[in-house]
């Protein structure tokens, strides 16, 4: 059972403590992200030669533009983990809804 209802059953009414509209007009993206991308990018470089073929699609962005692109417990910063149960990680990421549509842009 997901602890995104806070306290309360599958399908009784509760809410997704993190769910909130979108910042359209701000940077939805910690600065973190943003260094662990460079390094991501550094090291993939680095085998731009090589006989492996591979081609990565950042998503970050798009899902950060979504009501339900939080993943509760990944949010934390290493100091704050681990994160108590009413924090752990949303249905959204199990059901149809950021992953599916990972999916479908592949």
């Known amino acids: 059972m997901h602890k995104n209802y806070r306290g309360r059953d599958w399908r009784t009414g509760g809410s997704c403590h993190s769910e909130k509209l979108p910042e359209l007009g701000s940077s939805l993206v910690p600065p973190e992200t943003c260094d662990q991308l460079k390094l991501v990018t550094a090291v ?7 006989t492996w073929k591979f081609s990565i699609l950042n998503v970050t962005y798009m899902t950060a533009q979504r009501k339900d692109g939080h993943s509760s417990l990944y949010y934390l910063v290493p100091i704050e983990s681990p994160a108590p149960l009413h924090r752990q990680d949303c249905s959204h990421w199990c059901l149809p809804g950021v992953p599916n549509y990972w999916n479908k842009i592949l």
């Open 44 to 50: 993939l470089s680095n085998h731009m030669n090589t």
